[in-house]
């Protein structure tokens, strides 16, 4: 498998496994965190009958429109709990619509009328009526309808609401919109996510408000941590998983009278064979700098070294020394096929394809083109058409045992599953000593609740990678993670994935999955260490904004949990409830 496709399935596997079980584990975690990270937001559509309420309100419509009342979700916009005051002193209830249709002199003069209300019942010592939050929850409610609306003036009037009621969460939802548009956005999501927790996830809007807000600031956070960040290597396992995709090649023949750059370069293609990326990068990049004498020899560094700039998200860089490569060698297929996945990592599919018609119109008998096509492919989901790519790399070169792999896969998400699980079982018998087919067998298998002929799989892959100087760990994270699902074992699974990390300490698969299982036990410190891990590790803002989103849904539901200690216990009432 490409490492892209590898790494993405692994991460995927281990950050939303929490949300493949949402009934069991969604709220029951948050009853006592109030942190399943990054999946608050996913509770309002998971949860039987949240949508019913949008449902039923649109069928109470007739023909004209109806007043908003206090049972409405978004209404009224003021004065939703009413002071004991005679009939004759009460302030005018405004809708939303009736406000939008105020021109400004208008809006600042009902601010206005509020606020001296306000001063007025102060001056009386009528105390209570000038303290009640429903009248700073009105005012901010004018303020923020103001053309420009004042948006710190309503963060101070809900501020004020919320000292005097803190579950007030009418003020929570004005003062989470304004904070998001004063681009406060930390405070916004704890306001946002208070609010989604205290409506109980019925608040579609509320919900949908903390996905927002998340994505803007974890993109905030990621860009500015990328313009500042080095280019760095990945895991040694996410690097292995990308030269293992391609067959093994022959090092290019030196020139008689070789230059320094020549044997560099060969030193550069030995590292890499031996498994040395850091050294390999090293040795391409002096190589380039003292001049290598012939073409074929150049456009072979330019690969290894656009390789390298790809696997650390130098996308613009790898693309320009793929491109240099082919124009010494138009017909160098590997270079090519990197190339189409360049353009795939922009978002180019026509660029991509055309990469794949270039290589085969040059090699057309070389399997590669038509293995890593049919990856593309496999991720764009169009899987039957993947599948003929795989079995056609197969039937040039069977010798390569991810084409077997990945057709299995490919068969299984088009929904043929005794055929993918027959050709995993032919897989095995003719590797029998690759691990690769015992563990994505496993994974099939785990996808069946088959836990534990899955577990015996990854045990048998992970031993037989033990004898390899350096093990690939991913067997291990599975194993972890089908030890949770089957017997929610959650020592166990933190047991594989820390021995993991004892192997490769950067593996970002068991990062991942030790942060989610933090989460399971409400350690939400441990959970947030481990989204930083995440951070550090992510090879791309896309990676890296994903790592940073769980990290701050956490962070707010945890911020929750500190301000509104007494909700635990009700929390773990609606758990029951969905139980």
């Given at each position: 498998?490409?490492?892209?496709?590898?790494?993405?399935?692994?991460?995927?596997?281990?950050?939303?496994?929490?949300?493949?079980?949402?009934?069991?584990?969604?709220?029951?975690?948050?009853?006592?965190?109030?942190?399943?990270?990054?999946?608050?937001?996913?509770?309002?559509?998971?949860?039987?009958?949240?949508?019913?309420?949008?449902?039923?309100?649109?069928?109470?419509?007739?023909?004209?429109?109806?007043?908003?009342?206090?049972?409405?979700?978004?209404?009224?916009?003021?004065?939703?709990?009413?002071?004991?005051?005679?009939?004759?002193?009460?302030?005018?209830?405004?809708?939303?619509?009736?406000?939008?249709?105020?021109?400004?002199?208008?809006?600042?003069?009902?601010?206005?009328?509020?606020?001296?209300?306000?001063?007025?019942?102060?001056?009386?010592?009528?105390?209570?009526?000038?303290?009640?939050?429903?009248?700073?929850?009105?005012?901010?409610?004018?303020?923020?309808?103001?053309?420009?609306?004042?948006?710190?003036?309503?963060?101070?009037?809900?501020?004020?609401?919320?000292?005097?009621?803190?579950?007030?969460?009418?003020?929570?939802?004005?003062?989470?919109?304004?904070?998001?548009?004063?681009?406060?956005?930390?405070?916004?999501?704890?306001?946002?996510?208070?609010?989604?927790?205290?409506?109980?996830?019925?608040?579609?809007?509320?919900?949908?408000?903390?996905?927002?807000?998340?994505?803007?600031?974890?993109?905030?956070?990621?860009?500015?941590?990328?313009?500042?960040?080095?280019?760095?290597?990945?895991?040694?396992?996410?690097?292995?998983?990308?030269?293992?995709?391609?067959?093994?090649?022959?090092?290019p023949t030196l020139p008689?009278?070789?230059?320094?750059?020549?044997?560099?370069?060969?030193?550069?293609?030995?590292?890499?064979?031996?498994?040395?990326?850091?050294?390999?990068?090293?040795?391409?990049?002096?190589?380039?700098?003292?001049?290598?004498?012939?073409?074929?020899?150049?456009?072979?560094?330019?690969?290894?070294?656009?390789?390298?700039?790809?696997?650390?998200?130098?996308?613009?860089?790898?693309?320009?020394?793929?491109?240099?490569?082919?124009?010494?060698?138009?017909?160098?297929?590997?270079?090519?096929?990197?190339?189409?996945?360049?353009?795939?990592?922009?978002?180019?599919?026509?660029?991509?394809?055309?990469?794949?018609?270039?290589?085969?119109?040059?090699?057309?008998?070389?399997?590669?083109?038509?293995?890593?096509?049919?990856?593309?492919?496999?991720?764009?989901?169009?899987?039957?058409?993947?599948?003929?790519?795989?079995?056609?790399?197969?039937?040039?070169?069977?010798?390569?045992v991810f084409s077997h792999?990945?057709?299995?896969?490919?068969?299984?998400?088009?929904?043929?599953?005794?055929?993918?699980?027959?050709?995993?079982?032919?897989?095995?018998?003719?590797?029998?000593?690759?691990?690769?087919?015992?563990?994505?067998?496993?994974?099939?298998?785990?996808?069946?609740?088959?836990?534990?002929?899955?577990?015996?799989?990854?045990?048998?892959?992970?031993?037989?990678?033990?004898?390899?100087?350096?093990?690939n760990v991913l067997p291990?994270?599975?194993?972890?993670?089908?030890?949770?699902?089957?017997?929610?074992?959650?020592?166990?699974?933190?047991?594989?994935?820390?021995?993991?990390?004892?192997?490769?300490?950067?593996?970002?698969?068991?990062?991942?999955?030790?942060?989610?299982?933090?989460?399971?036990?409400?350690?939400?410190?441990?959970?947030?260490?481990?989204?930083?891990?995440?951070?550090?590790?992510?090879?791309?803002?896309?990676?890296?904004?994903?790592?940073?989103?769980?990290?701050?849904?956490?962070?707010?539901?945890?911020?929750?949990?500190?301000?509104?200690?007494?909700?635990?216990?009700?929390?773990?009432?609606?758990?029951?409830?969905?139980?």
């Amino acid at each position: 498998m490409s490492s892209s496709e590898t790494s993405a399935g692994f991460l995927e596997k281990a950050q939303t496994f929490v949300a493949e079980n949402k009934r069991a584990v969604l709220i029951g975690s948050a009853a006592a965190a109030l942190a399943v990270g990054g999946a608050l937001y996913f509770a309002s559509t998971s949860r039987p009958g949240a949508h019913d309420v949008e449902k039923g309100a649109k069928k109470g419509k007739k023909g004209g429109k109806k007043r908003k009342t206090v049972k409405d979700k978004d209404g009224p916009i003021l004065e939703e709990r009413k002071p004991k005051a005679a009939p004759e002193e009460e302030l005018k209830v405004y809708t939303t619509e009736e406000i939008a249709a105020m021109s400004s002199e208008e809006r600042q003069k009902v601010a206005n009328s509020f606020k001296a209300r306000g001063n007025s019942a102060y001056q009386a010592r009528e105390f209570a009526k000038a303290s009640e939050p429903v009248y700073y929850s009105n005012r901010a409610a004018c303020y923020i309808n103001l053309s420009p609306p004042k948006y710190e003036e309503v963060v101070a009037d809900c501020d004020e609401a919320l000292r005097l009621d803190p579950k007030y969460v009418k003020a929570l939802n004005r003062r989470a919109t304004a904070l998001e548009a004063l681009e406060r956005y930390r405070e916004a999501l704890r306001d946002f996510t208070a609010a989604t927790i205290l409506d109980k996830f019925q608040n579609q809007s509320a919900a949908t408000s903390v996905e927002r807000v998340l994505k803007k600031l974890s993109a905030l956070q990621a860009a500015e941590i990328m313009k500042n960040r080095q280019p760095r290597l990945p895991s040694f396992t996410f690097i292995s998983a990308y030269f293992a995709a391609f067959r093994p090649r022959a090092h290019p023949t030196l020139p008689e009278e070789p230059s320094t750059g020549d044997n560099t370069l060969l030193l550069a293609l030995q590292a890499t064979e031996a498994a040395d990326y850091t050294h390999a990068v090293t040795f391409v990049n002096e190589a380039l700098e003292q001049g290598i004498s012939w073409d074929t020899g150049k456009a072979e560094a330019l690969n290894l070294r656009g390789t390298f700039k790809f696997l650390m998200g130098v996308i613009d860089g790898a693309k320009a020394d793929l491109e240099e490569s082919l124009k010494l060698v138009p017909s160098f297929t590997q270079s090519l096929v990197k190339l189409a996945s360049v353009h795939m990592e922009q978002g180019d599919p026509k660029s991509t394809f055309e990469c794949f018609e270039r290589a085969i119109q040059f090699n057309p008998n070389d399997p590669d083109i038509y293995y890593h096509r049919g990856q593309v492919l496999f991720i764009m989901s169009d899987f039957m058409e993947a599948s003929k790519n795989y079995t056609k790399s197969t039937e040039i070169d069977d010798q390569f045992v991810f084409s077997h792999i990945q057709n299995a896969v490919a068969e299984y998400k088009a929904g043929n599953v005794a055929h993918s699980m027959a050709i995993f079982r032919r897989t095995l018998v003719a590797f029998p000593q690759r691990s690769e087919p015992h563990n994505y067998y496993g994974e099939l298998l785990m996808d069946q609740q088959r836990f534990e002929e899955a577990v015996e799989k990854f045990d048998k892959a992970f031993e037989l990678e033990k004898s390899k100087r350096s093990p690939n760990v991913l067997p291990l994270v599975n194993k972890g993670l089908a030890l949770y699902q089957w017997k929610q074992d959650i020592g166990a699974a933190e047991s594989c994935c820390a021995e993991a990390l004892q192997i490769d300490s950067e593996c970002e698969a068991a990062v991942a999955t030790l942060a989610q299982l933090s989460l399971q036990q409400s350690k939400v410190d441990r959970a947030v260490e481990m989204f930083d891990r995440q951070a550090e590790l992510a090879r791309s803002e896309p990676e890296l904004m994903n790592a940073l989103t769980y990290k701050y849904a956490a962070l707010a539901q945890s911020e929750f949990a500190k301000n509104y200690p007494a909700m635990a216990a009700e929390m773990q009432a609606m758990a029951a409830s969905m139980a």
